[in-house]
Every structure is written in structure tokens, then in C-alpha cells.
């Protein structure tokens, strides 16, 4: 029996040849969903964690129930002070980190 070696790929080499080289505008697409899916499912599971309904957690923030279904399923026309608004209700603690393109020119104080 011929013994075969099978070669093996990384998550980023089979993500750079099916979706496309980082930096281009179909991975920056797909890096995109991906952290609005994250951000949904992280959501859903803290709601649920906290025993509320879709419809309660709207209640809470002033929104109906498919504004948090919008949310939780990464719907991209959602405002972002609604989310902000969900995460003081889970009493989420919130950090940004905003990296600027060192080419652009802006100047952050």
C-alpha cells in the first residue's frame, strides 16, 4: 500500500484563497459580517443568559422586539446607539480600540 501524505492548510491560507488576501475589499467584507455575526451571537446568548425575551430587552431600551431581532441576527442597518443602548441594559462593559491608517494624514490627540 502506497502511504500518501496529506498536506495541510492553515485557517488563514484556505481564508486568503477562498474569500480573498487580507486588505482586499472582499475580505475586508467578509472580516465585517463576521464581526457583526460575533457581536449578534454574543448579544442573544447574554439576553438569554439574563432570562429575557426579545421583547423584553426592546421594552427596557424603548425599541420594539425586531429591532433586537435585527441585533441578534447582524442585520447591518441598525443604529448604533440602539446597540449601545443594549449593552448598558445587559450592563455590558464596552471598550473600543479605533486604529487609523498611518497614511491618512489624521492626527489623533
Excluded at 498536506?7 to 474569500?19: M, Q
Excluded at 425586531?66 to 443602548?85: G, L, P
Excluded at 443594549?86 to 487609523?100: D, P, R, Y
Amino acid at each position: 500500500m502506497e502511504n500518501k501524505k496529506h498536506k495541510t492548510h492553515t485557517l488563514h491560507e484556505i481564508t486568503d484563497e477562498f474569500i480573498g488576501k487580507q486588505g482586499s475589499p472582499e475580505r475586508e467584507k467578509f472580516e465585517f459580517d463576521l464581526k457583526l455575526d460575533i457581536l449578534g451571537e454574543m448579544i442573544k446568548k447574554t439576553r438569554k443568559e439574563k432570562n429575557l425575551t426579545q421583547e423584553q430587552l426592546g421594552h427596557l431600551i424603548g425599541v420594539k422586539k425586531a429591532q433586537i431581532s435585527k441585533i441578534e441576527n447582524s442585520t447591518k442597518d441598525v443604529r448604533f446607539s440602539t446597540i449601545m443602548k443594549v449593552f448598558n441594559a445587559l450592563k455590558a462593559k464596552v471598550k473600543f480600540s479605533i486604529e487609523f491608517d498611518k497614511n491618512t494624514g489624521l492626527t489623533i490627540a
